[in-house]
Nanobody, 112 residues
């Protein structure tokens, strides 16, 4: 059974940084690319970042370029999303998505 679990969210102030993590069980992660999405209250879910299975291809949404770094540690079955200079509009539930699977998300709340 495949399970994805995100962690690292919390309540932070504008300008702070956070590292979000996603861990997987039940699959060989080195073969999978991983997408990060976020969903703010009352809004549709939106793409944030992608990293390929090898880590050689990375894409970011335009609205976060320069503030995000996506990475992976295949040995630990972990993916990371580092967000710098957080803004109140970054407040959302952040989820990782691999193949047909989604994690439950981790809440990030940014106060002004």
């Amino acid at each position: 059974q495949v399970q994805l679990v995100e962690s690292g969210g919390g309540l932070v102030r504008a300008g702070d940084s956070l590292r979000l993590s996603c861990t997987a069980s039940g699959l060989t992660i080195s073969t999978y690319g991983v997408n990060w999405y976020r969903q703010a209250p009352g809004k549709e879910r939106e793409f944030v970042a992608y990293i390929s299975g090898s880590g050689g291809r990375i894409n970011y949404a335009d609205f976060v370029k320069g503030r995000l770094t996506v990475s992976r540690d295949n040995a630990r079955k972990m993916w990371y999303l580092d967000i710098d200079s957080l803004k109140p509009e970054d407040t959302a539930t952040y989820s990782c998505h691999i193949s047909a699977y989604w994690g439950q998300g981790t809440q990030v709340t940014v106060s002004s």
